[in-house]
């Protein structure tokens, strides 16, 4: 099976934490562990502690702005686990802990991490091209560090007596999905007595980043116009609810046919689209999936809600819809949306030989 191991160094040499992935899986009734180990060196400690935390967050603005006075980030959730002195964490150790404890050696301790299930899933910003720092969006983090106490806002940490690293909580498409959706619409038009009868329809509830998405449609022109051109347009709508009712929508695709119905005429067809981050890299603040470093992204996935769950808490809901427009000869239109849903489909296992990934100091390496 897949063997990666990341590894992050602090400043001081004395932390380094090692953990075996850095994708967690949403399972709707559970959240895969967050297992990992911190090797410590427990010399000119002095009366500090080592702890280890994970933290769900929410960053809406520039992190520079922070030595200021201004604060852009807020914790949604985080836990802390005091690790030396031995304070009683003893995790069921796993084939995965036995993995990092043979790489970090006797100073190892091991940690374990249980994500609520209400929390949300990674999602990033996409950050204008003058932008700097981190993105906006929802953030996990591991953060190993040394102070006299978990969360003391009057005690200063020093950056070179931490070691963190960010990791991704995301969510798969269930294997069970339902029919697609349909919308239809009959519209009249002035200096006419019969109408334009529109029916747009999907194949399938949800689809996956990058798959090209059929939308069949079936008009019926009763008129004496003629139904000029279709259009095609698919919005990301993000609707900012943990710090202000901030909602927006901006346009991922947008495809023109130049079909045409004639009057008192039919038409039948399927035409297929395929909304992708690549034709979109330029828009500011559109929602992607959570990108750890440079690593490449797609569209962010549809938020999925279960029952009985706090929007509020999300931080960042992202969804999806259709429109298909006919444009009529003499002026206006008959328009008719479908929600979307995509995300991604479930891996399949494969097989990769063992490397690590090693940060020091801001660098990177791989063995």
Known sequence: CSKRVFKKTSGNGQLTLYLGKRDYVDHVDSVDAVEGVLKIDPADLGDRKVWIQLACAFRYGREDLDVIGLSFRKDIWIQHIQLYPDAGHKPTLTEMHNTLLQKAGEQGHAFTFNIPTNLPCSVTLQPGPD????????????????????????????????????IRKIQFAPDNTGSGQKAELCKSFMMSDKPVF??????????????????????????????????VTVDQTTDVVLYSADKYT???????????????????????????????????????????????????????????????????????????????????????????????PKPKGKKTTLFSHHYIHGKFLRN
């Open 131 to 166: 932008d700097k720092g981190k993105a906006c969006g929802v953030d996990f983090e591991v953060k190993a560090y040394l102070a006299k106490s978990a969360d003391d806002p009057d005690e200063k940490i020093d950056k070179k007596d931490t070691c963190r690293l960010v």
């Open 198 to 231: 529109l029916e747009a329809s999907l194949d399938k509830e949800i689809y996956y980043h990058g798959d090209s998405i059929p939308v069949t449609l079936k008009i019926k022109n009763e008129t004496n116009k003629v139904v000029k051109k279709i259009k």
């Open 250 to 344: 901006k346009n991922v695709l947008c495809e023109e046919f130049g079909e045409t119905v004639e009057g008192n005429a039919t038409f039948d067809k399927t035409l297929s689209i395929t909304p992708l981050l690549a034709n979109n890299k330029e828009k500011r603040g559109l929602a992607l999936d959570g990108r750890l470093k440079d690593e490449d992204t797609n569209l962010a996935s549809t938020t999925i809600i279960r029952s009985g769950m706090d929007k509020e808490i999300l931080g960042i809901l992202v969804s999806y819809k259709i429109k298909v427009n006919l444009m009529v000869s003499g002026g206006g239109d008959v328009t008719v949306e479908l929600p979307l849903t995509l995300m991604h």
